[in-house]
């Protein structure tokens, strides 16, 4: 299930901040790494929301900035 | 400022993308060969809708011009806009630097901006609620993204800014972009005007306004300005950009010049939301402006390229408009409407257009009006019908003009 979720959260991750998927690691940061700006990682958050079926409130998205932390938030929701 | 201290403007690269061609070189052979661009709709299902035809750009990669994220976060009148200018630079050989990043600006012009994703949000919004509407919306949308993504794109840092007179829009973006550099605002400008609105509502609200043709059974014949038949406009999509230059700095760096801009005029019917005043009187002040401006008599004129809807009420009115200021002369020179080929490009016309009135200055060739087999009794000056012509063209006008009632003339002469 959680290299289910990785892989997914990756997939999502390149696509929408159009960079390989290669480049999406686990520590990677959406902003620092990955070229995110603000608007991006709205629509990232969103997107994720969608993929997984789960809403994820402003405070937490502040708190989202790497791929893991995605990942792990996504973990903690669905447990 | 007075004339001996304005600047004189040349125009040193073109670019175009439109539904006949998506370069330069392509849209004017297009037009020196009469092509058609107008088709049936394939943007989306227009079964439903009075008018079901568009002159559609085809086969256009944004990915050709920028990376998938700059593509992702741009609608489609950007797209074109940013691809036009940077094939516009390429062939004026100007390199945006640190050193003269502040001097080149951007003046893009469009009627409704990126209309679709504003269509498509609010499919979002009503079928899933205001939390799933796009980050991007907003930003993608606004009319005015167009020249700011277009300076982000190329690096001009210098004056920026977008016209929003509906179908003046374009030519507006050249007679602003004009003056500035004239005044010594900015060395270079990239100016013109784009649009995309093949979409669901544009063609419900023009279909209901009537301004559209319904000659769904026989497209490649809708577009027919001057002509009887004509049934009204037909919409078409693309984007055209000049690159005017500051005469010493083009001659400095050994730019080509295409031609020189003389002219600027601008007028306001002040008259009817979407009718045209009559006999053209707006459309008449906005050519004599254009004259005067250019210090030119109505004998210089050698070609006009109309606004020439192919509406009932823009084609005799303009043809009253051009007798009323060049008199006699009128029936001495050309007049044709390249809306014939690409359909009406609404904010993006006066860009294409623009092109194409230098190009005929430039290539002292004139672009036809086809489609036109019966000429409505109320439109009598040579048209160009069928086929393009060689011809002197020693000062070329282009005609645009837009709901609200902006009337726009620009004058473009040969370089001497």
């Not at chain 2, 640190?98 to 009627?111: F, K, R, S």
């Not at chain 2, 210098?158 to 007179?165: A, E, F, I, L, Q």
């Amino acid at each position: 299930m959680s290299d289910d979720i990785l892989g997914k959260v990756q997939k999502i991750v390149s696509e929408q901040l159009g960079v390989d998927e290669a480049e999406v690691k686990p520590e990677a940061n959406f902003a620092n790494d990955l070229g995110a700006d603000s608007l991006d990682t709205v629509e990232l958050v969103m997107a994720l929301e969608e993929e997984f079926d789960i809403e994820i409130p402003d405070e937490a998205a502040e708190n989202i900035s790497t791929v893991q932390s995605a990942v792990d938030f996504i973990k903690a929701k669905a447990a | 400022m007075s004339n001996s201290e304005k600047k004189r403007v040349v125009i040193t690269g073109l670019g175009a993308i439109t539904p006949i061609g998506n370069t330069l070189e392509a849209y004017w052979q297009g037009l020196m060969s009469g092509k058609n661009g107008i088709g049936t709709i394939t943007a989306f299902d227009a079964s439903q809708h009075g008018s079901q035809i568009a002159g559609e750009v085809k086969g256009f990669d944004p990915l050709d011009f920028m990376d998938r994220k700059d593509m992702k976060r741009a609608a489609r009148f950007a797209h074109f806009a940013i691809a036009t200018s940077k094939m516009a630079l390429a062939d004026a050989k100007l390199n945006i630097t640190d050193l003269n990043a502040e001097q080149i600006g951007v003046m893009i012009g469009t009627g409704v901006g990126g209309i679709q994703v504003m269509e498509d949000q609010q499919e979002i919004y009503l079928n899933r609620g205001p939390s799933r509407c796009s980050p991007f919306m907003v930003p993608m949308m606004i009319a005015n993204m167009a020249a700011g993504l277009t300076a982000i794109q190329t690096g001009a840092k210098g004056p920026n800014s977008c016209p929003v007179t509906a179908c003046a829009a374009g030519s507006n973006a050249i007679g602003d972009a004009f003056r500035l550099v004239q005044n010594g605002y900015a060395q270079a400008m990239i100016c013109g005007g784009t649009e995309s609105a093949v979409t669901p509502l544009t063609f419900g609200g023009f279909s209901a306004a009537r301004a559209m043709s319904t000659r769904n059974d026989d497209p490649t014949h809708a577009s027919r300005p001057f002509d009887i038949d004509r049934d009204g406009f037909v919409l078409g999509e693309g984007c055209g950009i000049l690159i005017l230059e500051e005469l010493e700095h083009a001659l400095s760096r050994d730019a080509k010049i295409y031609a020189e801009i003389v002219g600027y005029g601008m007028s306001c019917d002040a008259y009817h939301m979407t009718g045209i005043a009559p006999q053209g009187e707006g459309a008449a002040r906005a050519l004599r402006l254009a004259l005067k401006d250019g210090n030119l008599q109505p004998t210089d004129v050698s070609y006009i390229n109309a606004h020439g809807t192919s509406t009932p009420a823009n084609d005799p009115n303009e043809t009253a408009a051009i007798k009323t200021v060049l008199g006699d002369h009128a029936y001495q020179i050309t007049v044709s409407s390249t809306k014939s080929m690409t359909g009406h490009l609404l904010g993006g016309s006066g860009g294409i257009e623009g092109v194409a009135a230098v190009m005929a200055v430039a290539n002292d060739k004139v672009p036809p009006t086809i489609n036109l087999t019966t000429p409505d009794p109320d439109c009598d000056l040579d048209y160009v019908a069928g086929t393009s012509r060689d011809q002197t063209v020693n000062v070329a006008l282009s005609n645009s003009f837009g709901f609200g009632g902006h009337n726009v003339t620009l004058a473009f002469k040969k370089y001497e």
